[in-house]
């Protein structure tokens, strides 16, 4: 899965906005490379675990929808834990058509990876961070 720099840049920079909370957001792509990150409100304002603002989280569906893009994502960050899926996150991945990113701000460097979720069998997506090559 392509995604641009920028996008990971901006998530992560979400994650340590947010901290010690959990951040959480989409990622919405065009044309096969995810190009837009949208940063939600974690209204759960815990450290474990998230819930997105219902209207942000329409609106953001709805600003996607217009410009042509898909989301494609969910991400959240996990600021005191490695970047996998929770016990919680594997319980809560609800749709299989979409991939979850975890963002950590545990390790010595900030790590973003990302998986597939499906009947709670998760599998990591192999991320290629690529420069922004649209005029």
């Excluded at 990622?27 to 219902?54: C, M, Q, R, W």
Aim: contains cysteine.
């Amino acid at each position: 899965m392509k995604i641009i720099r920028k996008v990971v840049r901006e998530i992560v920079a979400h994650a340590k906005k947010e901290a010690p909370l959990e951040a959480c957001g989409y990622l919405a792509l065009e044309d096969g490379v995810i190009t837009v990150s949208y940063a939600l409100t974690n209204i759960d304002k815990s450290s474990e675990h998230f819930s997105f603002d219902p209207k942000e989280q329409f609106r953001s569906v709805k600003d996607a929808r217009s410009k042509g893009l898909e989301m494609c994502a969910v991400y959240h960050s996990h600021p005191a834990s490695p970047a996998r899926p929770s016990r919680e996150d594997i319980r809560l991945a609800h749709d299989p058509n979409v991939s979850y990113f975890i963002v950590s701000l545990a390790g010595a460097k900030d790590e973003v990876r990302a998986f597939s979720i499906k009947n709670a069998n998760v599998a990591e997506i192999d991320l290629e961070v690529v420069d922004d090559q649209r005029v």
